[in-house]
């Protein structure tokens, strides 16, 4: 960026998009949206505090679609793809945002978990779902993309439930967004929500964490999104009206569709149109 180009950042409290085009009213009130229900949960809002809370908008093909750094005092900040917030719903982007922040910086201060990721460092673990096979299938933080990531797709481990607790919490948050009838909120977000989580475990499970190759196996990674959905559904009391929200059973040809959406969004006007443009000053 030249040295006198300036952006604009578009804050709310303690939240800001740095560099959203919030002169473009979708784009404006889709990020108020996205603010307001990081602001509401509880957990959340209270790992960030009165820290800033940064996401910045990247031009993204091959690289993850988000990441996130927690500076301490500083502030954490969370780097997602411009195509991702443009083209997936509020309920996919909440799903992405409560991986980034819920299972890495947020789980990481839980005291329990250094101790315990220790000692299952190089452990070969149960893939859910696929326990029957002939050759059972495990997972494994040694050779995996992320073993943080490992670990949250363990059912046993503290960050996986974490990670799962935020998800629901957040699911309770939009439903009854939707059920209050707020402004372009649908019962519809849940799902998808939900829809991310199962997808986003399947896909580290099946792979170790080397997630592109989970469309290589729609078979295996749609019998681990039932897998870990059931073990959703069993820790929901019965009387939990997001229970009628959670997403239908997963088959290959829906794990098929996942991927080739994505691919779609990536390659289709994927040209950071939400991104503001610099301005010289």
């Known amino acids: 960026m030249p040295q ?4 604009t950042a578009f804050r709310s409290g303690a939240y800001e998009f740095t560099n959203l085009k919030h002169t473009d009213e979708t784009y404006r009130d889709k990020a108020v949206r996205i603010i307001d229900l990081l602001r509401r949960h509880d957990t ?7 820290r800033p809370c940064r996401i910045t908008l990247h031009l993204r093909t091959t690289e993850t679609p988000a990441d996130v750094i927690d500076r301490g005092e500083a502030g954490v900040d969370i780097n997602l793809a411009s195509y991702y917030f443009e083209k997936y719903d509020i309920g996919h982007i909440m799903g992405m945002l409560a991986h980034e922040i819920g299972l890495h ?3 990481s201060r839980n005291t329990n978990i250094p101790d315990e990721e220790e000692m299952f460092a190089g452990v070969p673990l149960a893939v859910p779902g696929l326990t029957d096979l002939r050759t059972p299938r495990t997972m494994n933080t040694e050779g995996a993309g992320q073993a943080d990531h490992i670990m949250a797709a363990f059912p046993s481990s503290t960050r996986h439930g974490i990670y799962r607790d935020i998800v629901v919490s957040m699911a309770g948050i ?10 372009g909120a649908q019962p519809r977000d849940v799902t998808d929500l939900i829809d991310c989580y199962l997808m986003d475990l399947a896909s580290i499970a099946v792979t170790n964490d080397h997630r592109m190759n989970a469309a ?10 039932n897998a870990y959905k059931q073990a959703l559904l069993a820790r929901l009391p019965a009387d939990s009206p997001l229970r009628a929200l959670v997403p239908s059973d997963k088959s290959m ?11 779609t969004y990536l390659a289709i006007n994927n040209r950071g149109d939400s991104i503001q443009e610099t301005d010289p000053t």
């Open 216 to 225: 290589t196996e729609p078979g295996h990674t749609a019998k681990v999104f």
């Open 253 to 263: 040809f829906g794990v098929i569709n996942d991927f080739r959406r994505i691919g």
């Open 174 to 183: 939009l439903r009854q967004d939707a059920a209050a009838g707020v402004e």
């Open 44 to 50: 959340v809002r209270d790992f960030i505090g009165g």
């Open 4 to 7: 006198d180009a300036t952006i």
């Open 105 to 107: 910086p947020l789980a």
